[in-house]
């Protein structure tokens, strides 16, 4: 099994920065790709980056690309979307989540961090 935490949501004001974290532990020897989404009220839960554990590879939904960064430290443990210009379309709450394999699917989820993006 794998854990992921995730850390750094808040309130921000719109044009702001923010960095979220998300901390794996377990058996994380077993993931190919870990990823952030997020999930806005009343709506589903949507794609936002993703890194290859090999660090090679990355990917950025369309609306976030020129804003956000995915990144990972030197341990491949902790990821890191580094989120700059915020707008109040990205208020959600952010998952992070990891994959074992190249599928495309995540097995494991962490609990969420909410982003509040004021105007």
């Known amino acids: 099994q794998v854990q992921l935490v995730e850390s750094g949501g808040g309130l921000v004001q719109a044009g702001g920065s923010l960095r979220l974290s998300c901390v794996a532990s377990?058996?994380?020897?077993?993931?190919?790709?870990m990823g952030w989404f997020r999930q806005a009220p009343g709506k589903d839960r949507v794609f936002v980056a993703a890194?290859?554990?090999?660090?090679?590879?990355?990917s950025l939904e369309d609306s976030v690309k020129g804003r956000f960064t995915i990144s990972q430290d030197g341990t491949k443990n902790k990821v890191y979307l580094q989120m700059n210009t915020l707008q109040p379309e990205d208020t959600a709450v952010y998952y992070c989540?990891?994959?074992?394999?190249?599928?495309?699917?995540?097995?494991?989820w962490g609990q969420g961090t909410q982003v509040t993006v004021s105007s």
């Open positions: 989540a990891a994959g074992a394999t190249a599928s495309g699917e995540y097995d494991y």
């Open positions: 377990g058996r994380t020897f077993s993931i190919y790709r």
């Open positions: 890194i290859n554990r090999s660090g090679i590879g990355r």
